[in-house]
T-cell receptor
């Protein structure tokens, strides 16, 4: 009963390095989301996807790219990491139902530090 | 873009005190509303949700929330808090008309034993 799994859990990068965060869900959810959480700012949506092969920009998309090649996976890429991208990143997934968007299920987060 | 406001950023209570956390949203259409809790070092977990029907919804751990459409509010309440309720609480809203969820900035609750 894994739910939403994020890898890695922690990572330290140097400015300019690239990396990919992986999110996998086993609930057959259509929608997947990437957020970043910074102190006092709540959750800010980076990118999201409403289905396999589709992605859309959220509130703070600059500096990030995403891909949803398989329904169960949603990848978040940092092409050239910057210190401003130091944050905790959460992935979430949800489904839709008769009454609209169902609650999101969250992963445990990835703590990313950019030096 | 829609907005969700949580007016209390940091609340400190003693055990057994009553709790009410405010949440207001801006969207005028039909909404689905949620409260999530985040314990220190953990991910967000669903406390309760409102989709339709009775505007007073009950969630886990003795929490409840009241949807007041005329005030665009969805305040979270608990009659008697415990030390284990120390956490950050987030209000969120979504709708049929948009695929995203909008979160408030969160309220940190500190319960003193």
């Amino acid at each position: 009963n894994a739910g939403v799994t994020q890898t890695p859990k922690f990572r330290v990068l140097k400015t300019g390095q690239s990396m990919t965060l992986l999110c996998a869900q086993d609930m057959n959810h259509e929608y997947m989301y990437w957020y970043r959480q910074d102190p006092g700012m709540g959750l800010r949506l980076i990118h999201y996807s409403v289905g396999e092969g589709t992605t859309a920009k959220g509130e703070v998309p600059d500096g990030y790219n995403v891909s949803r090649l398989k329904k169960q996976n949603f990848l978040l890429g940092l092409e050239s990491a910057a210190p401003s991208q130091t944050s905790v990143y959460f992935c979430a997934s949800s489904s839709t139902g008769r009454l609209g968007n169902q609650p999101q299920h969250f992963g445990d987060g990835t703590r990313l530090s950019i030096l | 873009a829609q907005s969700v406001s949580q007016h209390n950023h940091h609340v400190i209570l003693s055990e057994a005190a009553s709790l009410e956390l405010g949440c207001n949203y801006s969207y005028g259409g039909t909404v689905n509303l949620f409260w999530y809790v985040q314990y220190p070092g953990q991910h967000l977990q669903l406390l309760l949700k409102y989709f339709s029907g009775d505007p007073l919804v009950k969630g886990i751990k003795g929490f409840e929330a009241e949807f007041i459409k005329s005030k665009f509010s969805f305040n979270l309440r608990k009659p008697s808090v415990q030390w284990s309720d120390t956490a950050e609480y987030f209000c969120a809203v979504t709708s049929y008309n948009f695929n995203k969820f909008y979160f408030g900035s969160g309220t940190k609750l500190n319960v003193k034993p």
